[in-house]
């Protein structure tokens, strides 16, 4: 499963508009760090892009099931053969308005963000 360009690039923007840029990891090198860094039990850093990538991930698979784990070069030929969690609940869910979406989660990241103090508060 992989976000496709279009979604990864309006979540990007939505990250941006929140003004949590700074917080995203610099290239993939560094995202694969943190995971790592998490899963030993240490403390990543927060990364709301990594952060959007998980919990649109996570609930695909739960709303759609293990299938999208699967690559389907037929299926999904603009993604490299993967299913793109948002294009899926997109497909399934009717008036499902991506960009709409990607922003309530990313108010969510920033209100998370502001409360740890990692980015300035909204006045």
Known sequence: MKICAEHWQICRDAIEERGMSALVAR??????????????????????LMSMNWF???????????????????????????YCPICEFAKHYNNFDAKAEVGRIADQMATHARAKGLVPPIH
Request: charged content about 25%.
């Open 27 to 48: 290239d993939g090198k560094e995202a694969v760090e943190n995971a790592v860094e998490e899963l030993r039990g240490g403390e990543a850093p927060f990364d709301p």
């Open 56 to 82: 649109w991930s996570g609930q695909a698979i739960h709303n759609g099931g293990l299938y999208l784990m699967a690559v389907d070069a037929e299926a999904n030929p603009n993604n490299d053969g993967h």
